[in-house]
């Protein structure tokens, strides 16, 4: 469905084929066709795997006789291939998180993980053409949306399953999930591994420009609700947006230190941003509001934090969407020394800079010169250059 979804939004087969041929496997064919899944059109892509013979000559330079490949025998084939070091590189990525995961639920180390559903001749080209698509594209960044995932049972090498699969489920671990009433197998470890090997999970789309949109037909035409992948494919605005939550309480009777104490245990939650308001409460009482912001996975520590470390009988919590700048650290080569320096840019502009606090408290301390002098100097230097 995902390869269906790039040739759907432009990926010409001959060249995905192409592509392919540099892995240098026999023993399959792939095509595209126009179908209609719930009355929406969209792309199937068919890996028809050929049988016998053909299908172990595939494999012939791994020296095995049949699909049951490990995690070193399919970095071999990939990394022999002629293929962009980029592609090569982010296929292997997502195989070797097949394998841990796989080693998890089977106990056992990556090594040694038998590659069966994941790892057969169609999940290769499965997951080596999907970045291949993502590199044509030139996709620098990839969110996902709620993933579904059906309910009922699975078949596959060691028995039946619930759904979600063992390896699927762990890779969906902290990632968001929706409910979906469709006794059917909706996502797959291949599938699963893509996206949360490459991309970020979000409830709402990201701000962009949408360029081009595809959908990714899969093999059956469920009632109601189309069994299509749809994937939206754009420029962003130049600032990166995120979904997070801001969570607050009011504190009336609480020392000042126990307060930093709280600050900087609210940091070690994983709050990216915690901050005190001065309030009057009831009776005209002084009051600190204490403000932090997290991410919807680090949302339970911080409310722990804060209904263990403070005297609050409650909380409040609200979702925001942050714009932000992408951020990169640069280290610049000063009069000073050698200092990092964390730069914001939009569209490649840069729009703001700050130098790193521990580097310029260093500098200031081994020179004997003021913090702000340190600050300057290392500012006015930046933008120089």
Same mark, same amino acid.
């Given at each position: 469905?995902? #390869? *269906?979804a790039?040739?759907?939004a432009?990926l010409?087969? !001959?060249?995905?084929?192409?592509?392919?041929?540099q892995?240098?496997?026999?023993?399959?064919?792939?095509?595209?066709?126009?179908?209609? %899944?719930?009355?929406?059109?969209g792309?199937?892509?068919h890996?028809?795997?050929?049988? *016998?013979? +053909?299908?172990?000559h595939?494999? =012939?330079?791994?020296h095995?006789?049949? @699909?049951?490949?490990?995690l070193? +025998?399919?970095?071999?084939?990939?990394?022999?291939?002629?293929?962009?070091?980029?592609?090569?590189?982010?296929?292997?990525?997502?195989?070797?998180?097949l394998?841990t995961?796989?080693?998890?639920? =089977?106990d056992t180390?990556?090594? !040694?993980v038998?590659?069966?559903e994941?790892? @057969?001749?169609?999940?290769?080209?499965?997951?080596?053409?999907?970045?291949?698509?993502? &590199?044509h594209?030139?996709?620098e &960044?990839?969110?996902?949306?709620?993933v579904p995932t059906g309910?009922?049972y699975?078949?596959c090498? =060691?028995?039946?399953f619930?759904?979600?699969?063992?390896?699927?489920?762990?890779?969906?671990?902290?990632?968001?999930?929706?409910?979906?009433?469709?006794e059917?197998e909706?996502?797959?470890?291949? *599938?699963?591994?893509?996206?949360?090997? #490459?991309?970020e999970?979000?409830h709402?789309?990201?701000?962009?420009?949408i360029?081009?949109?595809?959908?990714?037909?899969?093999?059956? +035409?469920?009632?109601?609700?189309?069994?299509? #992948?749809?994937i939206?494919?754009g420029?962003?605005?130049?600032?990166?947006?995120?979904?997070?939550? /801001?969570?607050?309480?009011?504190i009336? !009777?609480?020392?000042g230190?126990?307060? *930093?104490?709280v600050?900087?245990?609210?940091f070690?939650a994983?709050?990216?941003?915690?901050?005190?308001?001065?309030?009057?409460m &009831?009776?005209?009482r002084?009051?600190?509001? /204490?403000?932090a912001? @997290?991410?919807?996975?680090?949302l339970?520590?911080?409310e722990s934090?804060?209904?263990?470390?403070?005297?609050t009988?409650? /909380? %409040?919590?609200? &979702?925001?969407v %942050?714009?932000i700048l992408? %951020?990169?650290?640069?280290?610049?080569?000063?009069r #000073?020394g050698?200092?990092?320096?964390?730069?914001?840019?939009?569209?490649?502009?840069?729009?703001?800079?700050?130098?790193e606090?521990e580097?310029?408290?260093?500098?200031?301390?081994?020179?004997?010169?003021?913090l702000?002098?340190?600050?300057?100097?290392?500012?006015k230097?930046?933008w120089?250059?």
């Amino acid at each position: 469905m995902t #390869l *269906g979804a790039f040739v759907d939004a432009g990926l010409d087969i !001959n060249l995905l084929k192409e592509q392919l041929a540099q892995l240098h496997l026999h023993g399959y064919e792939i095509s595209a066709e126009k179908v209609k %899944r719930a009355g929406i059109h969209g792309t199937k892509v068919h890996v028809v795997i050929s049988s *016998g013979d +053909d299908h172990t000559h595939a494999f =012939h330079h791994t020296h095995h006789a049949n @699909a049951h490949l490990r995690l070193p +025998d399919i970095q071999t084939i990939i990394e022999k291939s002629t293929l962009h070091p980029d592609i090569k590189g982010d296929s292997i990525k997502i195989f070797h998180r097949l394998a841990t995961v796989e080693a998890k639920v =089977h106990d056992t180390t990556i090594e !040694n993980v038998h590659f069966h559903e994941v790892g @057969a001749l169609d999940s290769i080209v499965d997951i080596v053409g999907s970045v291949v698509a993502i &590199k044509h594209f030139g996709i620098e &960044k990839i969110y996902f949306s709620p993933v579904p995932t059906g309910y009922g049972y699975t078949t596959c090498e =060691h028995g039946t399953f619930p759904i979600p699969a063992p390896a699927t489920a762990e890779l969906l671990k902290k990632q968001f999930v929706k409910a979906v009433n469709i006794e059917k197998e909706l996502t797959t470890p291949t *599938g699963a591994a893509i996206i949360t090997t #490459l991309g970020e999970g979000l409830h709402t789309n990201p701000e962009m420009k949408i360029n081009q949109i595809g959908y990714g037909a899969g093999s059956s +035409d469920n009632p109601g609700i189309p069994n299509l #992948l749809r994937i939206f494919i754009g420029e962003t605005s130049g600032h990166e947006s995120d979904e997070m939550w /801001i969570i607050e309480t009011n504190i009336d !009777n609480m020392a000042g230190e126990i307060l *930093g104490y709280v600050m900087e245990k609210l940091f070690e939650a994983g709050a990216v941003d915690v901050y005190f308001t001065s309030i009057q409460m &009831k009776k005209g009482r002084p009051g600190i509001i /204490i403000s932090a912001i @997290a991410s919807e996975l680090n949302l339970p520590s911080v409310e722990s934090v804060l209904f263990n470390q403070t005297t609050t009988f409650g /909380i %409040r919590k609200y &979702k925001v969407v %942050r714009k932000i700048l992408s %951020r990169e650290f640069k280290e610049l080569d000063s009069r #000073l020394g050698k200092i990092k320096v964390k730069v914001g840019t939009s569209n490649g502009d840069i729009k703001s800079i700050s130098p790193e606090y521990e580097d310029c408290k260093r500098i200031a301390e081994e020179k004997g010169i003021p913090l702000k002098q340190v600050y300057s100097i290392i500012s006015k230097e930046f933008w120089k250059l």
